[in-house]
């Protein structure tokens, strides 16, 4: 089965202070074994601190912010990419003054999010963050 997702008239999933995610699978295939999509975030606004149970491959694709990952704060701008693996903790900040978008890859259809805060586990896309 071909399809083309129309990336305008997707879902949204609000995530707060005005982020948001559109997923670019929202049915996966037959035997997918990854889901994958955008993220937006204004500029000031943060995710809060995170993993997840499988990989995940993130790309800035529009805009500048940083990348925290395990406590580390590094500058992430267009085209760059991290490789983040299960159970490590991260999450990504907007820095600039436009809208911040990332590209995120995940190794499994089903994903959980863990918030490093309190614990909690959550399907990823729940309404929380």
Do not use: C, K
């Not at 305008?8 to 948001?20: F, K, L, M, P, T």
């Amino acid at each position: 089965m071909a399809e083309l997702i129309n990336f305008e008239q997707a879902a949204r999933v609000a995530r707060g202070d005005g982020i948001e995610s559109v997923s670019l699978t929202p049915v996966p295939l037959e035997e997918q074994g990854f889901i994958m999509g955008i993220t937006s975030f204004p500029p000031g606004t943060a995710i809060p601190l995170h993993s997840h149970n499988t990989i995940e491959q993130v790309t800035v694709v529009e805009g500048e912010g940083v990348a925290e990952l395990n406590g580390a704060r590094r500058p992430a701008r267009p085209f760059d990419t991290t490789q983040i693996a299960p159970g490590e903790v991260h999450r990504f900040i907007n820095t600039g003054d436009s809208l911040m978008r990332i590209l995120w890859v995940y190794g499994s259809t089903h994903v959980t999010r863990t918030f490093a805060e309190t614990g909690e586990t959550v399907d990823q896309f729940d309404h929380r963050s």
